[in-house]
């Protein structure tokens, strides 16, 4: 069975910052893309970031600039630094493996950006 554990999250003022992180077995960690998604209330579940097994990475034009995905190898771990954050960025955030053709979803952390 696959397991995503998500860490990170909660409130933050506008212009903050805030890291997310999912952590998973090495054998995942290391054969599977990850990243994460997010979905605000009454919206659908849209890509924030990802990242390859061999550190190619790809992020949603919204968060260019401001969020860095990146690989923890020595805690099978997959981080996402969240900078300059804006309220607009509320939601519930999902990690994510895509592992031998299947896609795996942790728990969800809710990010709320408010003054």
């Known amino acids: 069975q696959v397991q995503l554990v998500e860490s990170g999250g909660g409130l933050v003022q506008p212009g903050g910052s805030l890291r997310l992180s999912c952590a998973t077995s090495?054998?995942?960690?290391?054969?599977?893309?990850m990243g994460w998604f997010r979905q605000a209330p009454g919206e659908q579940r849209d890509l924030v970031a990802t990242i390859s097994r061999v550190d190619n990475t790809k992020y949603a034009d919204s968060v260019k600039g401001r969020f860095t995905i990146s690989r923890d190898n020595a805690k099978n771990t997959v981080n996402l630094q969240m900078n300059s954050l804006k309220p607009e960025d509320t939601a519930v955030y999902y990690c994510?493996?895509?592992?031998?053709?299947?896609?795996?979803w942790g728990q969800g952390t809710q990010v709320t950006v408010s003054s």
């Open positions: 090495g054998s995942i960690f290391s054969t599977s893309t």
């Open positions: 994510y493996a895509y592992y031998y053709g299947n896609t795996f």
